[in-house]
């Protein structure tokens, strides 16, 4: 397996420039797909996890032209032709990757159409459970039908009897957000008036106001009754904007902000500001409580930390920023006391097993770890270990954060660095722009 060696490194003041928000890339890709008209969408992320969903649409039929052939800095900017809820290729089989933000959309999306659709993915997509949402499409007359294992992916999607099924329904939200977010894009094709129910605690409720935003722009409204109970309104339609800009991505930002409190040193994040639509934007407050000193600008956000202001310990409930909440585990070793972060049971069912992983890797380091099956609690060593090596479990999230090991005098290697091109193919290369070895 290929090995990166991050030398013990400090930060010189940088601006990044942050590549577009994953969660609004895809779900804006599939929106413009079932749109009755086309959208030029700017600076859509170019990853592992987008370009599956654009084959994907391709292979049902989607028109889409690129407008500029190779990414950059600025992302893909494309156009893409919708299909007015009904997709040209009405069977395919689509390979999916381990990109939920694709599989979950799309599963509901098809099912609720209806079509001969076979839906698979990576081994660890298929260990990632489903069954929650395939048993509400159930509920709404679809036809899905697991190929392996109960619960879980691969799927088969046959044609869904269209004048069945309940129009009040029930979601589990403790499990995964997408599945609602799922239902809400999908719902509204059928034309027909619905109300969502959520059983439990819904988890990470910043990724659905995101899908409730795009949803607005798209020209569908929901009435959101304190994320309890969701309202679908009787004949509504996709209209897409004629322009789509998409945000910088707030996940991808914690790492720079992160790396401007452990090392004092300015590091601007363009792309993003205080009035993004992602939740992971609450990460910033996060990291003042805890020591960093932040302005807020227009498409920026700046971070430092004054001389002599030590990191602050920190007992987080981090159910509305799981991604970003990784980053602060590897912040915890900065630390001089015992942190912790819980309400993280999401973690469990992400691209691998996050309680376990960053568990496994912060004890290699020399850290004192306690897990439960939500939280994390860590209590750094006096001095961290150096030259491991850390297994990133093919999760772009492990390796990122990890990375930050390098800032605290700690030679770090990070095993598969490739992975991170679900979500940042070109992360390290940015990381070392902002880097000097000590």
Same mark, same amino acid.
């Given at each position: 397996?290929?090995?990166?060696?991050?030398?013990?490194?400090?930060?010189?003041?940088?601006?990044?420039?942050?590549?577009?928000?994953?969660?609004?890339?895809?779900?804006?890709?599939?929106?413009?797909?079932?749109?009755?008209?086309?959208?030029?969408?700017?600076?859509?992320?170019?990853?592992?996890?987008?370009?599956?969903?654009?084959?994907?649409?391709?292979?049902? *039929?989607?028109?889409?032209?690129?407008?500029?052939?190779?990414?950059?800095?600025?992302?893909?900017?494309?156009?893409?032709?919708?299909?007015?809820?009904?997709?040209?290729?009405?069977?395919?089989?689509?390979?999916?990757?381990?990109?939920?933000?694709?599989?979950?959309?799309?599963?509901?999306?098809?099912?609720?159409?209806?079509?001969?659709?076979?839906?698979?993915?990576?081994?660890?997509?298929?260990?990632?459970?489903? *069954?929650?949402?395939?048993?509400?499409?159930?509920?709404?007359?679809?036809?899905?039908?697991?190929?392996?294992?109960?619960?879980?992916?691969?799927?088969?999607?046959?044609? %869904?009897?269209?004048?069945?099924?309940?129009?009040?329904?029930?979601?589990?939200?403790?499990?995964?957000?997408?599945?609602?977010?799922?239902?809400?894009?999908?719902?509204?094709?059928?034309? +027909?008036?619905?109300?969502?129910?959520?059983?439990?605690?819904?988890?990470?409720?910043?990724?659905?106001?995101?899908?409730?935003?795009?949803?607005?722009?798209?020209?569908?409204?929901?009435?959101?009754?304190?994320? %309890?109970?969701?309202?679908?309104?009787?004949?509504?339609?996709?209209?897409?904007?004629?322009?789509?800009?998409?945000?910088?991505?707030?996940?991808?930002?914690?790492?720079?902000?992160?790396? *401007?409190?452990?090392?004092?040193?300015?590091?601007?994040?363009?792309?993003?500001?205080? +009035?993004?639509?992602?939740?992971?934007?609450?990460?910033?407050?996060?990291?003042?409580?805890?020591?960093?000193?932040?302005?807020?600008?227009?498409?920026?956000?700046?971070?430092?930390?004054?001389?002599?202001?030590?990191?602050?310990?920190?007992?987080?409930?981090?159910?509305?920023?799981?991604?970003?909440?990784?980053?602060?585990?590897?912040?915890?070793?900065?630390?001089?006391?015992?942190?912790?972060?819980? +309400?993280?049971?999401?973690? %469990?069912?992400?691209?691998?097993?996050?309680?376990?992983?960053?568990?496994?890797?912060?004890?290699?380091?020399?850290?004192?770890?306690?897990?439960?099956?939500?939280?994390?609690?860590?209590?750094?060593?006096?001095?961290?270990?150096?030259?491991?090596?850390?297994?990133?479990?093919?999760?772009?999230?492990?390796?990122?954060?990890?990375?930050?090991?390098?800032?605290?005098?700690?030679?770090?290697?990070?095993?598969?660095?490739?992975?991170?091109?679900?979500?940042?193919?070109?992360?390290?290369?940015?990381?070392?722009?902002?880097?000097?070895?000590?």
């Amino acid at each position: 397996m290929k090995s990166l060696l991050l030398p013990a490194s400090k930060c010189i003041p940088s601006t990044i420039e942050l590549p577009g928000s994953k969660s609004i890339s895809n779900r804006s890709l599939l929106l413009a797909a079932i749109a009755d008209n086309s959208c030029e969408i700017f600076h859509l992320l170019d990853s592992d996890d987008t370009r599956y969903m654009l084959a994907a649409l391709q292979s049902l *039929g989607i028109s889409i032209k690129y407008l500029n052939e190779n990414s950059n800095k600025n992302g893909l900017h494309l156009r893409v032709q919708g299909c007015n809820g009904r997709f040209p290729e009405n069977q395919a089989d689509l390979f999916l990757g381990n990109a939920g933000t694709a599989f979950r959309p799309l599963t509901a999306v098809l099912a609720i159409m209806g079509g001969n659709y076979y839906l698979h993915g990576t081994a660890r997509m298929h260990e990632r459970p489903i *069954g929650d949402l395939v048993e509400v499409l159930h509920k709404a007359g679809a036809s899905v039908s697991y190929q392996q294992e109960a619960g879980y992916p691969p799927l088969q999607i046959l044609p %869904r009897q269209t004048n069945a099924g309940q129009q009040d329904l029930t979601i589990k939200g403790n499990v995964s957000s997408q599945f609602l977010t799922a239902l809400l894009m999908a719902l509204p094709l059928t034309g +027909n008036e619905y109300t969502i129910h959520v059983k439990d605690e819904l988890i990470s409720k910043p990724y659905i106001t995101i899908t409730l935003n795009l949803l607005s722009q798209f020209g569908i409204h929901i009435e959101n009754e304190d994320f %309890r109970c969701f309202k679908l309104p009787a004949k509504q339609h996709y209209h897409a904007p004629a322009k789509l800009f998409v945000e910088g991505d707030a996940s991808s930002a914690s790492y720079f902000l992160a790396a *401007g409190l452990l090392s004092g040193d300015t590091i601007r994040v363009n792309g993003i500001d205080a +009035n993004s639509i992602q939740g992971d934007i609450a990460f910033v407050n996060e990291l003042i409580k805890i020591g960093a000193k932040v302005e807020w600008g227009q498409q920026y956000i700046e971070i430092s930390r004054d001389v002599g202001q030590e990191i602050l310990p920190f007992d987080i409930d981090a159910n509305h920023i799981p991604d970003a909440a990784m980053t602060l585990a590897v912040v915890a070793l900065a630390c001089k006391q015992t942190c912790r972060i819980r +309400n993280i049971a999401s973690w %469990r069912v992400k691209e691998t097993d996050r309680i376990a992983a960053m568990a496994t890797e912060l004890r290699k380091l020399g850290a004192e770890v306690i897990e439960t099956e939500d939280s994390i609690t860590i209590t750094a060593p006096e001095r961290l270990q150096n030259n491991i090596h850390i297994h990133t479990y093919d999760d772009h999230r492990i390796a990122m954060c990890f990375s930050l090991v390098s800032l605290l005098g700690t030679p770090v290697y990070i095993d598969d660095p490739e992975c991170v091109n679900k979500t940042f193919p070109d992360y390290f290369k940015v990381f070392a722009s902002m880097c000097m070895p000590v």
